[in-house]
């Protein structure tokens, strides 16, 4: 099975996903989280930020998570994912491929920020940011939107999700 948590920066993505991954860790031993982040510093340094870069980004965690899911092994990736093309491309392609959209208003993803991604853009300091002058795509049909306004732990979210996983 796949697990992909698609969502803004702040978003809570890879804090849900490594909670989730506790979880399922203690009924099984093939579970294995991929950070959008990380992966894109392992896999991707050669690209940018551009909305073209992203998308090259987004294509080469698809493939990577058809690879690692065809092997057997539960896959939890979080990451932006803002390209309709290759979330479709996992549902025609990935077994068992689940989308878990985590919606949070503007403000509070600003609020949040720990990466300071939303304060250098408004400083100037930096552009591409996903929502801002890059248009978030919202995904039209997510298994699960999870309203993540910070009024729930990680832990009470996960185990809302592990009660809705298919067998």
Not at 6 to 28: M, P, Q, R, V
Not at 96 to 110: A, C, G, N, R, T
Not at 132 to 143: A, C, G
Request: net charge negative.
């Amino acid at each position: 099975m796949v697990i992909s948590f698609i969502g803004k920066s702040g978003s809570g993505k890879s804090t849900i996903a490594n909670s989730l991954a506790t979880i399922l860790k203690e009924t099984h031993s093939n579970v294995l989280v991929i950070d959008g982040d990380e992966l894109r510093s392992a896999i991707a340094p050669d690209l940018g930020f551009t909305y073209e870069d992203r998308e090259q980004s987004e294509e080469r965690r698809s493939k990577l998570m058809k690879v690692i899911s065809d092997q057997g092994i539960h896959v939890i990736c979080a990451g932006l994912s803002n390209y309709p093309q290759w979330r479709e491309w996992c549902r025609d392609n990935v077994k068992d491929y689940f989308e878990i959209y985590l919606k949070v208003p503007q403000s509070i993803l600003e609020d949040r920020d720990a990466k300071g991604i939303y304060e250098r853009f408004r400083n100037g300091e930096i552009n591409n940011v996903i929502g801002l002058d890059i248009p978030f795509v919202e995904p039209s049909n997510p298994d699960i939107t999870i309203s993540n306004d910070g009024s729930r732990e990680p832990r009470v979210i996960s185990e809302s999700i592990l009660s809705n996983l298919p067998d």
